[in-house]
């Protein structure tokens, strides 16, 4: 959701084009990635470990969302932009906790799936 705020304040403020478009990119895959997890497809396509993926999504979305929403925030051209910019600050922080977390969640040195060991 916050991410479809950030989009949508740089869309009304006719912002520059980058940053309606990386708001826009990050709402998507956003969406995508909430897709896989509640269908349930991530357990069906196994050729990609999954949660990885989704780190490495979160820590590209934050290193370009910190970019871009700084010289939002530093050029504020009117208010719309400089909300999509805090805005855009906010989802760079909740990236981040979604790396964190995930990266508790997972580890890669213990054997997944039914074919690991009884302890």
Known sequence: LVALATLLCFVISKAHEAYAALA?????ITVLF????????????RCLFWPLADILN???AALFLLVVCLFA???RTNKG????????IILLFLCLGDVFLLWKKISLDKPRGRSAPAK
């Not at 932009?81 to 855009?88: D, K, P």
Request: proline share 0%; hydrophobic share 60%; charged share 15%.
């Open 24 to 28: 826009g990119m990050e709402t998507v």
């Open 34 to 45: 909430l897709l896989l997890y509640l269908l349930k497809l991530d357990a069906r396509m």
């Open 58 to 60: 979160s820590v590209i």
């Open 73 to 75: 925030i530093i050029t």
């Open 81 to 88: 932009t400089f909300a999509g910019g805090v805005l855009g």
